[in-house]
């Protein structure tokens, strides 16, 4: 059974950081396209960030763009995403997301190509 169980999340101020990992089960992550979509209140959800099977490329989503690092750590099959200079906007549920088909390219948060999601974690920047 595929499983993606996010944590990390938290309360945090402005300006400040945190560190969200992704830990899978039941498949190779280096095997696999993953990422993180966000989805705030009352907002649609967004794409973040996502790495490749190699690791060799990775896309983010303008707004996050030299504040936010994605990483994987083979050895822990786990999944994780930096986030620094947070701002009130960046607060929403984090979802991580992995699948074996859908590329790490421009457009691959797009309709509904990453099939397995985990169940969130809550970010909330807050002064």
């Known amino acids: 059974q595929f499983q993606l169980v996010e944590s990390g999340g938290g309360l945090v101020q402005p300006g400040g950081s945190l560190r969200l990992s992704c830990a899978a089960s039941g498949f190779t992550l280096d095997h696999w396209t993953a990422g993180w979509f966000r989805q705030a209140p009352g907002k649609a959800r967004e794409g973040v960030s996502c790495i490749s099977k190699s690791g060799g490329s990775t896309v983010y989503r303008d707004s996050v763009k030299g504040r936010f690092t994605i990483s994987r750590d083979s050895a822990m099959n786990t999944l994780y995403l930096q986030m620094n200079s947070l701002k009130p906007e960046d607060t929403a549920f984090y979802y991580c997301?992995?699948?074996?088909?859908?590329?790490?390219?421009?457009?691959?948060?797009?309709?509904?190509?990453?099939?397995?999601w985990g169940k969130g974690t809550l970010v909330a920047v807050v002064s």
């Open positions: 997301v992995a699948d074996p088909a859908t590329p790490c390219t421009i457009g691959w948060a797009e309709g509904d190509g990453m099939d397995y």
